[in-house]
């Protein structure tokens, strides 16, 4: 990591004394900073090595046959999908991720598309993500390998609400929750209930699919 005005922060010190301290300092913050990249992140918890990808002790098997579908979402979104594309390439045969709309991100990495939704409170284009997340993997099976990268706001950014809850209600509830100050636990506590993806909905949906969970969180 490098900041932009790293050298008039240096520069502009009074002493030399207290630009050493200035210069260590700045080190201290690119080691925290660095240690905590989202992209970095993913690359240091997964190898690939011939037709095997290993994660945190646990292998799996990529062979040709294997499908490998990429979804999730996450403001980290788009550091972990280019971190993973820049891993496995073209062994992915597709993915969505849900990231928060109006970045500068491009419109996909890869075989992965980046699906600009709102945060925090939800609208449709989240919807839409996760619909063409089910979509992407409806048809897997037992030999193919889903990896979810779930990341800070991905509550909100993959909202697909229940049968017989509507889009506007959970919006409402979220801003209701909102005002009323609960903590994210608290929000994430009641919003699954009215999700038909959370509260382990989506491991339901990919089974009999090998799933990877991939999750920062801050």
Known sequence: MKFRNERELLENSS??????????????????VDSADP?????????????????SGVDYEITGDTGIYVIGGG???????????????????????????GSDAPPEI???????????VPNQNGVS??????????ETGEGDLV??????????????PAEDVGLEDVKA???????????IDELNAVRKHFSAF?????????????VLGLVLSD
């Not at 075989?111 to 939704?117: F, M």
């Not at 619909?131 to 409806?138: G, N, P, V």
């Open 15 to 32: 002493s030399e004394p207290n630009r050493v301290l200035r210069r260590d300092g700045l080190e201290i913050l690119k080691a925290a």
């Open 39 to 55: 992209e970095e992140a993913v690359r240091r918890s997964l190898r690939v090595k011939g037709d095997v990808l290993s994660c």
């Open 75 to 101: 403001k980290a979104g788009e550091a972990m999908a280019r971190a993973l594309w820049d891993l496995l390439g073209d062994r992915i045969d597709g993915g969505c991720i849900n990231i928060v709309e």
């Open 110 to 120: 890869g075989h992965i598309r980046l699906n600009g939704a709102s945060h925090p």
């Open 129 to 138: 993500g996760v619909e063409m997340m089910l979509s992407l993997t409806e």
């Open 147 to 160: 990896i979810v990268l779930v990341s800070g706001g991905g509550t909100s950014l993959m909202t697909y």
């Open 173 to 183: 509830l979220t801003e209701l929750l909102l005002r009323s100050g609960a903590s």
């Open 198 to 210: 959370k509260g382990g909905q989506l491991a339901r949906r990919l089974s009999p699919a090998k």
